[in-house]
C-alpha cells in the first residue's frame, strides 16, 4: 500500500514503459492506452504536485478516454471499411466493365465471357452477338447489361 501512496513521476514513467513493452510481446492492443495514460500521468505528476489520489484518479480517468477514444475511432474506420468492401463478392468487382455478347439477346437474356467464365446476362434491349454492353448491375449471379451507344 505504501508503493501506490508513493507514486513519483519516474514511478509512472517505468510502469508506462513496462506495459508499452508488454504490449509489444503481443496483447493486442489492451496495455497501449494504460501505458499511454500512465506516461501522461508522469508528465502532469513532474509538472505539478499531483497527490496520490488525484495521480491514481488521473490514470483511471485518461485510461478510459484514452481506450474509449481508440475504440470509437477504430469502430467508425471499421464501419466505413464494411461499406466499402464487397467481401466474397467477386462479380461486384466487373460493374462498368465492357464485354461481348456471345449469344443474341433472346427474352431478355443472353451470356457474355468474363476472363475465364461465362456468365449469364439479363439485357432490357434486343442486341446481336457480338455486341458491345456495359456491366451496370449484379444480382446474385446474374449480370445486367445495357448496350454502349457509339457517338
Given at each position: ?53 488525484g ?14 477514444g ?25 460493374v ?9 439477346v ?8 468474363l ?13 446481336a ?19 454502349l451507344?457509339?457517338?
Amino acid at each position: 500500500m505504501e508503493l501506490l501512496t508513493q507514486m513519483s513521476a519516474m514511478h509512472w514513467l517505468i510502469l508506462g514503459g513496462v506495459l508499452l513493452i508488454l504490449e509489444l510481446l503481443g496483447t493486442a492492443g489492451y496495455l497501449l492506452w494504460l501505458g499511454a495514460a500512465a506516461i501522461a500521468v508522469a508528465a502532469a505528476t513532474a509538472i505539478g504536485n499531483v497527490s496520490w489520489h488525484g495521480q491514481w484518479l488521473l490514470f483511471a480517468l485518461l485510461a478510459l478516454l484514452f481506450t474509449a477514444g481508440w475504440w470509437r475511432w477504430q469502430r467508425q474506420r471499421s464501419r466505413m471499411q464494411d461499406v466499402a468492401t464487397p467481401l466474397n463478392q467477386r462479380l461486384q468487382h466487373y460493374v462498368g466493365r465492357d464485354v461481348l455478347l456471345l449469344e443474341p439477346v433472346q427474352q431478355g437474356r443472353s451470356r457474355v465471357k468474363l476472363d475465364d467464365t461465362v456468365w449469364s446476362v439479363r439485357c432490357e434491349q434486343p442486341l446481336a452477338a457480338g455486341s458491345q454492353v456495359r456491366i451496370i448491375a449484379v444480382d446474385g449471379t446474374l449480370l445486367t447489361v445495357s448496350a454502349l451507344t457509339t457517338d
